[in-house]
């Protein structure tokens, strides 16, 4: 697992999370002035392997979405915005009218409930 992250937030991963995983946390000198990732960025993310990628951004963030685009992998998840379509493969839908920690959870419930169908599938 490998955390894309601003700088800022990296101790909101516990320790045990920052020890294990990988973690490639941005500041402002990683974002260019049009909001897209520094070159930098963009040839560490295309030397890594990602077989999924999920943007968490409840609204559209262009930083995160083009290195979710970039990143190669087969599977590309996020919440459901319409300036999101060209980039992702697959995006989940909420109600309307749920709040923010809603939507979170209505994501990441579909998300294990996949999981769970594809583990009980391959074990067959």
Wanted: aromatic residues 12%.
């Amino acid at each position: 697992v490998t955390f894309l992250i601003k700088h800022n937030y990296v101790n909101l991963l516990n320790k045990i999370d920052r020890e294990k995983c990988g973690i490639l946390s941005l500041n402002e000198e990683h974002i260019n002035r049009f909001g897209l990732p520094a070159k930098k960025v963009l040839d560490t993310v295309r030397r890594l392997e990602f077989n999924l990628v999920i943007d968490l951004n409840y609204d559209f963030n262009i930083t995160s979405t083009y290195i979710c685009y970039i990143s190669g992998a087969n599977l590309r998840i996020c919440l459901w915005n319409k300036k999101r379509d060209p980039f992702f493969n697959f995006q989940i839908t909420t109600k309307s009218d749920e709040n923010i920690e809603s939507k979170y959870r209505s994501f990441l419930k579909y998300l294990t409930i996949n999981v769970k169908s594809d583990a009980i599938e391959s074990a067959k």
